[in-house]
């Protein structure tokens, strides 16, 4: 009798594990839904909305700014010394501008904002969780998603395509910078060859990529806050702490995942 | 045979191994204060919490009006819930707003209200729970004290049909603490509101409590009025009860009611024996809900502590004093027959001075409305006919006012 046990358990933790995957994600699924939902409830929280657009997207523009500006100059300084071997420096411009707003411009941006934004969220809603701020809201028959999260949710599907756009300029200017001025490339090629080579649809698959990673990073990092008191890995601080990591990577790690996925599609 | 609001039939909660509720069957009645007492950890938060439902039990029924909560619709849900206010034990406050943010936010949220009117209501329940000047304040600068009042106050603020207080006045000075215990007793005389108190008060909050639930090892010990816990003989409800009473109450300096009602058997025995009169006075303060309701309950309890350091200035050493309930107190006057205790009274209107009172200047325009029943103990007498006579007969009955 012991070893047909000793045999099922493997197979029963194999199956616990399974269920437990298959329940977190229904019970994200749920949570991204409701979260969507009460954005549009009456009564609009349109002053919570522009708060929160303030705290993600304002705040965030010096960080994005700095980041796409040295994006932009390392990807004129690889994008000439590839470019020269094969005598075609002249495409920098488009070469620049496509790998920024086709990838590295939504993605950069994203795993930037869950660096700045993400984690704050995360910890917040941990911390208002685990001193019974939440339980304090459904008392009050205030619904705690719509009231915590829906705002953040707008805010993020607001803020990340401006701040992708941004990174995409400002990464262009950066590619100039180092392309033109540094090694030499006549600028007005350099701008009409981003002209040229970028295509609207590159623009519109970039700003669809950045829409869904503000939905995915927004509320993974809303749905670790929310449920750290049902972590088995740690109570308290130790929970928010254990929460916002990962918030952080989970969401980073799901940015490039959902990146490849809706890569392949556009293409 | 009264309809209960909330009643609990066999619940059970376990968390993990722990098993906190091992079919807990209790009764809140509607218009009352209902009590739950027991030992930290026994379980009064989590039925408190399945009462507004943050935890379904694991086994058991939950009755609202008769009806079971689990067979709530979504709709019936948010009905129900809109007739409850939830006291934590931790203040629970929103740590990123101010105070007002944080008392105003239920009727912001859940009401149509215009901010003029929202603004009043809570500038008025600050004022009563004597919250003055803090409103822009963000509430981690604030005492633990202050957290307790700012959490009572938003959970108040919508005048709510039915409160849970979790806890209310655990880290109150005495003072404070009565303030409290006061304003819930006004509440509900003044609203008709149903109250459920998790508490350690003991024996404070048996002058506001109609109903005592004492739970223990998941299940409940006792029900029943707070006179019949007193009186109750079960050993463990006995031991508990004197644990937690402190010697004298904290408010007055008195001793408590039960000491008191001791004194009385005792002073009964050796009119028995020797035939010694003695006599008992009831004081009841008459109009210290005008105070509270002018000047805030913390002003009251000041007044009722004052007057009562005042009062034993006045007593010979053998007279003792005992705190009888909220608004009352007793003294018993050994070796006193009816006429002498008339005398005493008469010489207590005379003496005790306005300056003795109320120290404060505050209190200025107010006067201070006492009582003073007397009566004498014949043999055979139970306290409870003697403080009838005292407060009944027209004859026995002294009003002074200190103004």
Redesign the interface.
Known sequence: MNSVAELQRPVARLGAAAIGIVQELGAYTLFTLKGLWHIFTFPLQIAKILNQVYFIGMKSVLVICLTGAFTGMVLGFQGYYSLVKFGSEGFLGAAVALSLVRELGPVLTAIMVVGRAGSAMAA?IG??RI???I??L?????DPLR?LVSPKIAASLISFPLLTAVFDVVGIFGGYLTGSILLGINPHIYYARVESGVLLEDVTGGFIKSVVFGLVVVTICCYQGYYTHKRVDGFGAKGVSLATTSAVVKSCVLVLVVDYVLTSFLM | MKQPLIEFTNVSKSFGANHVLRGASFRVFPGEVTTLIGKSGSGKSVMLRLIIGLLAPDSGEILFDGRPLAGMNKQERKAFKRKFSYMFQGAALFDSMTVFENIALPLMERTTLPKAEIQRRVRDKMRQLDLHQIEDKNPAVLSGGMKKRVALARALVTDPEIVLFDEPTTGLDPIRKNAVHSLISDYQKRYRFTSVVVSHEIPDVFYISQHIAMIDQGRILFEGSPEEIQNVSDVNIQSFIRGMESRRDELTGLSHRRQGERRFSQEIARLKRHNSAFSLVLLVFENLPEINAKMGHEAGQTVLKEFAIGLQKHLRVTDTCSRYGMDKILMLLPDTTREQAHMVCSKLTHEIRRTEIAPSKSLESLCFVVKAGFAEAMQDNRIEDVLERAETAPDTIFEFRIC
């Open positions: 917040e911390i208002m001193s019974e701020q339980d304090a459904e008392t009050m028959d205030i009231f």
